[in-house]
């Protein structure tokens, strides 16, 4: 037979196994970060794999070629990305000269047209 419990028992449990829920969580986080990664993947490339089954390629064999794809594509991106951080520090030497120039030739003008010495305006 089952007994009624109260209504503030009832919220006690609610709440009480909500936060545990939410500690276990936290505590299996390692565990579960992977699984849960993984799981969204296997979503992600079923439908490649779907495709490459019907083209009569085996279920293994499609998993396989899916998940090589998706590295030889992260790649591409990775190599694609480094190259251009590479190019913009490469560039940053002649981002400055030109910055500076640009100062220097602001100084010049201020110079010119109100009479500010370039002091007075490095006091500034």
Do not use: E, V
């Given at each position: 037979m089952?007994?009624?419990l109260?209504?503030?028992?009832?919220y006690f449990f609610i709440i009480a196994?909500?936060?545990?829920?939410?500690y276990a969580l936290?505590?299996?986080k390692s565990i579960l970060s992977p699984i849960f990664i993984a799981f969204i993947m296997a979503l992600l490339l079923r439908p490649l794999s779907a495709k490459m089954e019907k083209a009569k390629i085996s279920r293994g064999l499609s998993s396989v070629l899916s998940i090589v794809i998706v590295i030889i594509?992260?790649?591409g991106l990775s190599y694609f990305f480094?190259?251009?951080v590479g190019s913009i520090t490469r560039e940053m030497d002649?981002?400055?000269s030109k910055f500076n120039?640009?100062?220097d030739r602001g100084h010049g003008w201020l110079s010119t047209t109100f009479g500010i010495g370039e002091q007075q305006q490095m006091q500034y």
């Open positions: 089952m007994s009624r109260p209504g503030y028992a009832k196994g909500l936060a545990l829920t939410c936290i505590l299996g594509g992260l790649a480094s190259a251009q002649d981002l400055g120039d640009i100062i």
